[in-house]
């Protein structure tokens, strides 16, 4: 399985980015896909959840600021940022987790939020 992001860069502070993430290759139709951030200096940690029956879970940090969104058929799950502050400044990977508990990362895109 291939995880392919895309989305970020450089966003000014009240930017409404969106991060889209791509899976390829043998994926079951029942896994969590996900998204995770990682800020420089500090350990990776959970954005964002969703399940294939689009069940989701937030990090508080994010509640009512960012949407977690996917497309089963295209396997490709989003990730709509609203309202960003210059916290919001990491490394942001996309994670899916199969239904055999197997788990892949794609490469991490950088969000920078600066005006």
């Known amino acids: 399985v291939q995880l392919q992001a895309s989305g970020g860069g450089l966003v000014p502070p009240g930017g409404s980015p969106r991060l889209s993430c791509a899976a390829s290759?043998?994926?079951?139709?029942?896994?969590?896909m996900g998204w995770y951030r990682q800020a420089p200096g500090k350990q990776r940690e959970l954005v964002a959840h969703?399940?294939?029956?689009?069940?989701?879970n937030y990090a508080d940090s994010v509640k009512g600021r960012f949407t977690i969104s996917r497309h089963n058929t295209k396997n490709t799950v989003y990730l709509q940022m609203n309202s960003l502050k210059p916290e919001d400044t990491a490394v942001y990977y996309c994670?899916?987790?199969?239904?055999?508990?197997?788990?892949?990362w794609g490469q991490g895109t950088q969000v920078t939020v600066s005006s």
């Open positions: 290759g043998s994926v079951f139709s029942i896994n969590v």
């Open positions: 969703i399940s294939s029956d689009g069940s989701t």
């Open positions: 994670s899916l987790t199969q239904r055999t508990l197997a788990s892949y």
